[in-house]
């Protein structure tokens, strides 16, 4: 069996800070336009554009909440890294 590549802790912390991410601003795309949407359609009834004011506005939410959450991901993931102790290299 051959042994797995080493992965540089940069790059698996890049990769799941992406990952956080992109998941958190779908799901707040999603949320946030559902509420834009009602709050736009109760303010205008007759408006033809409230789907894509609250889209827009979504999207600028979603955005936001993302960058912020893989930020955050990061700064937690390189200050665990930073506070455990890091394994002794094996001697040859």
Excluded at 43 to 51: E, G, I, S, Y
Excluded at 61 to 76: C, E, F, H, K
Excluded at 78 to 87: A, F, H, I, K
Aim: glycine share 10%; with cysteine; charged share 10%.
């Amino acid at each position: 069996m051959q042994k797995l590549a080493k992965i540089p802790r940069w790059a698996r912390c890049l990769a799941i800070s992406i990952l956080v991410g992109l998941g958190s601003g779908v799901v707040t795309i999603a949320v946030s336009s559902f509420f834009f949407y009602r709050h736009y359609a109760a303010k205008f009834p007759a408006d033809t554009q409230n789907l894509l004011s609250a889209l827009t506005s979504g999207v600028l939410v979603g955005i936001g909440v993302a960058v912020v959450a893989g930020v955050a991901t990061a700064g937690i993931y390189l200050l665990y890294g930073l506070v455990r102790p890091r394994p002794e290299p094996p001697l040859n």
